[in-house]
């Protein structure tokens, strides 16, 4: 009996390119398309698609605003609907389309990461600490944290900055790429609405204790996994700052939990691990003094260390690039 199949297609063979045809190659393409926008360009300086939805969410907030937990239920639901659903229906426009879908991707990947602002705003906080200009550090710091500036010496100002590049690695970088890898574009848009949502209403005020609680604990649900993630990647590539992979991965496991966040806390003890450094401590936040637990064993960081934090995060950014396109490559297209 012959075979109708041509000479040389083995069953193992055909099966092998149908898997590979089945990936999901766009979006894996996108996600490195807009990671290199950002680290090329950075964000744009006018129309930032972050920046328009705070807007509107501001505009919103004022609208439906009360001190209590139901309207903020709404105010994030609403949120996360505006932040994912155009992205949606874009990627369901552009399903039957590689290059649309990896277009899209890229746009939303580049909108959603802040890579080149974060280190960016914290080489400016550098260079004038190495001026000797706190005046202008202070005056910077809020491009970065929400910490108050005013009392802070250089010591605070250079630890503020050290802990915030650590967890906005995570909060700008990861978590939108591994989201992204994940859902397609609108899990990219959509975690950037509720990471955007925590920073606008999700913090702990007489005014947002009640309203802003759901925003909070989505932000919280959101950063579980890209926490833990960033502080394994932190712990892989500490040699690019001197460090070592697993006393770094330790110093989070031992460090992290401590924290009042439940992911601040990794993203941060595994950049004091890597860096050799000792963070936490006091701070203030609105007025707010908070008394947060040390974190790390070594010695206090100094202003050189914020260069180190940030070439660590970009590295981190490369690691979580790769991984991200590896998982989008690997799972079935089409999605989301």
Excluded: K
């Amino acid at each position: 009996m012959t075979s109708n199949r041509p000479a040389g297609h083995a069953p193992g063979h055909d099966a092998r390119r149908a898997r590979r045809a089945r990936r999901d190659w766009p979006l894996a393409g996108g996600l490195i398309g807009g990671a290199v926008a950002d680290a090329i360009a950075g964000d744009p300086a006018r129309g930032h698609p972050v920046a328009l939805f705070g807007r509107l969410m501001t505009a919103v907030e004022q609208r439906v605003y009360a001190d209590r937990e139901a309207p903020g239920i709404a105010y994030a639901a609403g949120g996360v609907i505006l932040g994912a659903g155009p992205l949606l229906v874009a990627a369901r426009v552009t399903r039957a389309s590689p290059a649309g879908r990896a277009a899209v991707t890229a746009a939303a990947a580049w909108a959603a990461i802040a890579s080149r602002s974060l280190s960016g705003a914290a080489r400016q906080i550098a260079t004038a600490l190495g001026a000797g200009d706190l005046a202008r550090a202070r005056g910077a710091l809020p491009c970065l944290c929400g910490r108050d500036p005013q009392d802070l010496d250089c010591a605070g100002i250079t630890r503020a900055v050290v802990e915030s590049v650590a967890e906005n690695t995570s909060d700008a970088i990861v978590a939108p790429l591994i989201w992204g890898a994940l859902a397609g574009p609108a899990g990219l848009s959509g975690y950037r609405a509720v990471n955007t949502l925590d920073a606008m209403v999700g913090h702990h005020s007489p005014r947002y204790e009640r309203f802003g609680r759901t925003s909070a604990r989505l932000d919280d649900v959101a950063n579980w996994i890209p926490a833990r993630i960033t502080a394994l990647l932190a712990a892989a590539c500490s040699p690019a700052v001197g460090g070592q992979p697993a006393s770094t991965w330790q110093m989070a496991r031992d460090y992290g939990p401590r924290h009042p966040s439940p992911n601040a806390g990794w993203c941060e003890a595994a950049f004091a691990g890597a860096l050799g450094v000792r963070l936490g401590g006091v701070l203030s936040y609105s007025g707010r003094t908070e008394h947060r637990p040390e974190i790390g064993t070594g010695r206090p960081p100094q202003a050189a260390d914020i260069a180190r934090a940030v070439r660590l995060s970009r590295a981190v950014t490369a690691s979580a690039t790769a991984l991200a396109a590896a998982v989008a490559a690997a799972s079935p297209a089409g999605r989301g």
